[in-house]
């Protein structure tokens, strides 16, 4: 599986609404600036993590983006699901694509395991825990 730039760029942007103020609107030229990051690009990014959920998007002369959840609530499995659809290290583990192969496969059961572990990494890791470990690196 590899994390598309999309995906990397979401990751980034999720990571500097998780840094600031819980309801803190920002504008996407925003975070952009501070994340060297394409604006058009991160402007799309955002629309479809807020129509994931994952955001909140404001309108109007005060518009922009907020978080929606608490950055405790929000994983990071979430967000590149929000951005590239389900994770699968492999084809046959693709839940939309499948393998009819994979109940007498002997590399399946393997993969599987890796792709179990990596989840688990993902869904337990949250926006909180890495700003957390990025206000620990500035100190």
Not at 7 to 24: E, F, K, N, T, V
Not at 97 to 117: F, H, K, N, T, V
């Amino acid at each position: 599986m590899r994390i598309t730039r999309g995906s990397d760029y979401g990751l980034r942007g999720m990571l500097y609404m998780a840094r600031q103020p819980m309801g803190q609107v920002c504008l996407v030229s925003q975070v952009a600036a501070a994340e060297s990051l394409p604006e058009s690009y991160l402007a799309k990014i955002f629309q479809d993590l807020a129509r994931h959920r994952l955001l909140m998007s404001h309108r109007g002369a005060k518009g922009g983006f907020s978080l929606l959840s608490n950055p405790e609530e929000i994983n990071l499995l979430q967000i590149i699901e929000a951005l590239q659809g389900p994770v699968a290290i492999a084809p046959c583990l693709d839940k939309r694509e499948g393998c009819e192969r994979s109940p007498l496969c002997e590399i399946s059961e393997a993969l599987d395991l890796a792709q179990e572990q990596m989840l688990a990494v993902l869904k337990s890791t949250t926006l909180a825990d890495l700003a957390e470990r990025q206000d620990g690196n500035a100190n």
